[in-house]
């Protein structure tokens, strides 16, 4: 599946965040942040368009209801950050922690999460369209009442993730690790498994597989 990558331009001028803080309803645009630390920050409502986050750890941060436009964060420390209800268009999370990561109630499209280490992550009823996770680890993530539509997994550990509620129709996760995942027969209707998977999830069918 394809999807549309950040569109962000080839030179753009450092943000100093030691100088200012990110404030509510804030517009950041154009400007990278690299080598530093964003810490004990609320900013409901901030804009980002066209910005590079590179080695940056957020600490203690809220971000609420947030508007993220072609960004992409890299080597970064997300972990427990709050986007809750935010609108993200084009980003890409690249070897990032985002352990905790908090996008309940978000919508996002064209978003690429690839090497990220994304346990306990929070994306319940998150609005979901065309999303790649890619080499991630995602143990006992929260997936509770999505919608996803044109998602793609590729080779993620989803050991203990809860999916309940939320339909895996056309959803091929034939290359993950699902051990433990908690979903209904509904939902897993229509997903794709490969045939090793389904001695996994013939426990939700109630047959027996006898070897």
């Known amino acids: 599946m394809k999807i549309t990558p950040p569109n962000i331009p080839a030179m753009i001028s450092p943000y100093m965040i030691e100088q200012q803080e990110i404030y509510p309803e804030e517009e950041i645009s154009e400007c990278l942040f690299t080598d530093t630390l964003i810490e004990n920050q609320a ?3 901030a804009v980002f368009s066209k910005v590079i986050f590179r080695n940056v750890t957020f600490n203690q941060v809220s971000l609420r209801n947030a508007e993220l436009t072609d960004v992409r964060f890299e080597k970064c420390d997300l972990s427990n950050v709050d986007f809750s209800e935010s609108l993200m268009h084009r980003v890409e999370f690249i070897n990032c922690k985002i352990i905790g990561i908090n996008l309940s109630s978000s919508t996002l499209r064209n978003i690429r999460f690839d090497s990220c280490n994304g346990s306990y992550a929070n994306f319940q009823f998150t609005d979901w369209k065309q999303g790649i996770f890619q080499d991630c680890l995602l143990v006992q993530a929260d997936f509770y009442a999505c919608k996803l539509v044109q998602m793609q997994f590729e080779r993620c550990q989803l050991k203990q993730a809860e999916v309940s509620g939320t339909s895996l129709a056309g959803i091929d996760l034939s290359s993950c690790e699902i051990e433990g995942l908690s979903l209904t027969i ?25 070897e």
């Open 186 to 210: 509904e939902d897993l209707q229509g997903c794709i498994i490969s045939a090793v998977q389904t001695v996994i999830f013939s426990k939700f069918l109630g047959v027996v597989i006898k």
């Open 43 to 45: 900013a409901e409502a």
